[in-house]
């Protein structure tokens, strides 16, 4: 039997992991979670598939960069306060050097450095190994029909874009949560002829759902020049009020950042937002970028953590919860309804990934190889990856 590891060799397997998987992670939350979920539980064993789900759906009920705040959940489990600190900043800091660089390119040649020739071969992979996870965690999510049909129901919702996310996570937990309890009052009156008091658990309630005051910004602009106080809090606002895509994000910063404090213009937060989505790791790095063409290797480092610090906050608050909420029947319930209402929401996502990436024949051949190489011979992903960008420069 393998000892158990030390405290120190935990974290620095936590660090080795998400570095490797901030580097590699092409293609958004879904793509990341896909990665995550091969390396973490079929190849380490690190947490089973059902811990693995409820660590999704934890972070889906809470704002902030989804896949990020997985990672986060998943050092906390490994290794205490210090693994969730360690696994964020790991599975950050690639994608801050990364956008850090193209921010100085960008500074200097006014354009975007080009890379649609190296996507168009990651892109294909990405969708093999997003499919093969939907798969995989999909058998243990949909434990019975209504679950299914709440799954199909998601999908469609939010493939139409008939429902934003978070009322689609909320009406399918809290549907799932009173289905729970009322089967358990039925079972406790019939087991029961005897006056029994009926004890109803107390569902935890996330941080984001208190009653809170956002935080207000110090009125500033651009002829006043950018100050680092201000956009730190631009950013933690963000971080910590935003549910979403990218696409979200543009929204939300540009009230802030090109109407009311007019640092930026529409043209320069597109490519900011499209420099988050082309690069690996977290789309919410686009923040990466902005500072630095506000404000230097500062404002980088200023916006980076204003957007990514709420995340660490209601991880922290939110994961002790979890035992709790998966031993009662009704907040299990509630678990299991979001579980699978976010996985019906990366298959979405999904779809249009496909769309966007199975463009060609060759496109088309990259993620029916890598699917027969993952499915069939358990190929690692980072290797796929690395694969699918050769051929992409080469077809180019």
Same mark, same amino acid.
């Given at each position: ?19 490797? +998987? ?59 306060? @210090? ?177 009311? +404090? ?7 937060? +597109? ?51 979890? @035992? ?33 990436? +199975? ?38």
């Amino acid at each position: 039997m393998m000892p158990n590891p030390s405290p120190a060799s935990r974290l620095r397997e936590l660090a080795q992991v998400f570095l490797k +998987l901030g580097v590699i992670g092409f293609g958004g939350p879904a793509a990341h979670i896909a990665l995550m979920e091969d390396e973490l539980v079929r190849r380490r064993e690190w947490l089973t598939r059902e811990q693995f789900l409820d660590l999704i759906g934890a972070a889906n009920l809470i704002p902030g960069p989804n896949s990020t705040e997985v990672a986060i959940h998943v050092g906390r489990v490994r290794a205490g306060l @210090p693994g969730l600190i360690v696994a964020g900043v790991s599975f950050i800091a690639p994608a801050f050097f990364i956008v850090l660089g193209v921010a100085w390119l960008y500074q200097r040649a006014g354009t975007l450095p080009q890379a649609a020739s190296l996507l168009r071969g990651v892109k294909p992979v990405v969708v093999a190994i997003v499919i093969q996870a939907l798969f995989g965690l999909s058998h243990t999510a949909i434990k019975n029909v209504p679950l299914a049909v709440a799954a199909a129901a998601v999908f469609v919702a939010s493939l139409f874009r008939w429902l934003d996310e978070v009322p689609l996570l909320m009406i399918v937990g809290i549907g799932a949560g009173v289905v729970a309890w009322a089967r358990t009052r039925t079972q406790i009156r019939g087991a029961r002829s005897t006056r029994l008091r009926l004890s109803i658990p107390t569902i935890p309630i996330p941080p984001w759902m208190m009653s809170a005051t956002s935080a207000t910004v110090a009125q500033s602009t651009a002829a006043a020049g950018v100050t680092l106080w201000p956009l730190f809090l631009v950013f933690a606002k963000a971080g910590a009020l935003l549910f979403g895509s990218g696409y979200v994000l543009l929204a939300f910063l540009r009230a802030d950042l090109v109407e009311r +404090l007019r640092w930026m213009t529409d043209a320069q937060l +597109l490519d900011a937002i499209a420099v988050g989505q082309v690069t690996p790791g977290p789309v919410f790095t686009t923040a990466t970028f902005i500072g630095y063409n506000l404000a230097g290797l500062t404002g980088a480092i200023v916006a980076t953590v204003g957007i990514f610090l709420p995340a660490f906050i209601f991880v922290a608050l939110s994961a002790p919860l979890l @035992p709790a909420m998966r031993r009662s029947r009704v907040t299990g319930a509630i678990l299991d309804g979001v579980n699978v209402a976010s996985l019906a929401l990366m298959a979405a996502v999904t779809v249009t990934l496909a769309r966007d990436a +199975l463009i060609s024949p060759i496109t088309i051949a990259i993620a029916g190889i890598s699917a027969l190489l993952l499915v069939r011979y358990r190929l690692n992903a980072t290797l796929l990856i690395a694969a699918g960008a050769i051929v992409g420069l080469l077809a180019t």
